[in-house]
């Protein structure tokens, strides 16, 4: 009978085997089927043994949608830039900014200006940014910056949308709207 694999062994090969190095030197952990097969070789939940080799640094994971892109330590794309800190480029750093400057700088910074005037607040990485500067939730500053009339959001799949007051599309009329025009 043959030994079984080390979790390390079963994630580098898993990589040098699943990857399609035209697309990428890494697996996706979901698509590539890497989580089903972990779970059948070795009957357990891949997430916490992915994320002790990423500590001991076997492996390097990136954050992708649906899951997590795994490297090698030498294929690993460079860590990109954290939301925080594309938020506080190029501010005083002795500065603290207010929970409205936030999320002014995080508008400003976060968006992608081709496809959007706002944000989502997950996937644009504000909320987890805005844990780290304040230490604290993020939902009731958002909630209190709207009422305010500081921002607007829009819900959306996942979070919200968050935008500057003076860059927020319209309120789509409600349904009774329509009918009562």
């Given at each position: 009978?043959?030994?079984?694999?080390?979790?390390?062994e079963?994630?580098?090969?898993s990589?040098l085997?699943?990857?399609?190095t035209e697309?990428?030197?890494?697996?996706?952990?979901?698509?590539s089927?890497f989580?089903q097969?972990?779970?059948?070789y070795?009957?357990?939940?891949?997430?916490?043994v992915?994320?002790?080799l990423?500590?001991?640094?076997?492996?390097?994971?990136?954050?992708?949608k649906?899951?997590?892109?795994i490297?090698?330590?030498a294929d690993a794309p460079?860590?990109?830039k954290?939301?925080l800190?594309?938020?506080?480029a190029g501010?005083?750093a002795?500065?603290?900014?207010?929970?409205?400057?936030f999320?002014?700088e995080?508008?400003?910074?976060?968006?992608n200006?081709?496809?959007s005037?706002?944000v989502?607040?997950?996937?644009?990485?504000?909320n987890t940014?805005f844990?780290?500067?304040?230490n604290?939730?993020?939902i009731?500053?958002?909630q209190?910056l709207?009422?305010?009339?500081?921002?607007?959001?829009?819900?959306?799949?996942?979070g919200?949308?968050?935008?500057?007051?003076?860059?927020a599309?319209?309120?789509?009329?409600?349904v009774?709207?329509?009918?009562?025009?």
């Open positions: 009978m043959e030994a079984k694999l080390s979790y390390e079963f994630f580098k090969r990589v085997k699943l990857r399609n697309k990428s030197r890494g697996i996706h952990s979901v698509y089927g989580n097969a972990f779970r059948e070795f009957g357990e939940d891949p997430i916490p992915t994320q002790q990423v500590k001991e640094g076997a492996i390097v994971t990136r954050p992708v649906g899951g997590a892109m490297y090698l330590p460079a860590q990109p954290s939301a800190s594309n938020i506080t501010l005083a002795d500065k603290k900014l207010t929970h409205e400057e999320f002014r995080a508008v400003k910074k976060l968006r200006p081709e496809k005037r706002g989502h607040s997950v996937y644009s990485g504000l940014a844990r780290e500067y304040f604290d939730d993020p009731p500053a958002t209190k709207a009422a305010d009339g500081k921002i607007v959001t829009r819900p959306v799949k996942g919200a949308m968050i935008y500057l007051p003076e860059e599309p319209q309120q789509p009329k409600s009774l709207a329509k009918i009562l025009e």
